[in-house]
């Protein structure tokens, strides 16, 4: 069984930045790891995801070269730095993870262990 439990989130203004952690435990080796987002009323979004075994980063279009996802080489912590903030990113973020055999990437369904979840809200 694996454990993910997402910092606190935070407010901020437009052009600011945060950084969001999420602390693993469980065994997760060769685990694809992954940051989701969700407004009220819409589908969970894929922000990034990782697959360090593999080397392999995604990014959804709407967040490329704003912000950057990473994790420590122990596999316990997950980091996503945020910078160039809008209020359009203002949502619930959401930490993944999940074995690399159901897919890794950005669909949600490819994830099946999950965090509760962190509030960030972008003011403009």
């Known amino acids: 069984q694996v454990r993910l439990v997402e910092s606190e989130g935070g407010s901020v203004q437009a052009g600011g930045s945060l950084r969001l952690t999420c602390a693993a435990s469980?065994?997760?080796?060769?685990?694809?790891w992954a940051w989701f987002r969700q407004v009220s009323g819409n589908e969970r979004e894929g922000v990034a995801a990782?697959?360090?075994?593999?080397?392999?980063?995604y990014y959804a279009d709407s967040v490329k070269g704003r912000f950057t996802i990473s994790q420590d080489d122990a596999e316990t912590t997950l980091y996503l730095q945020m910078n160039s903030l809008k209020p359009e990113d203002t949502a619930i973020y959401y930490c993944?993870?999940?074995?690399?055999?159901?897919?890794?990437?950005?669909?949600?369904?490819?994830?099946?262990?999950w965090g509760r979840g962190t509030q960030v809200t972008v003011s403009s």
């Open positions: 993944a993870a999940a074995p690399s055999w159901m897919g890794c990437g950005l669909p949600a369904d490819n994830y099946n262990y």
């Open positions: 469980g065994s997760t080796h060769k685990y694809c």
């Open positions: 990782i697959y360090p075994f593999g080397g392999s980063l």
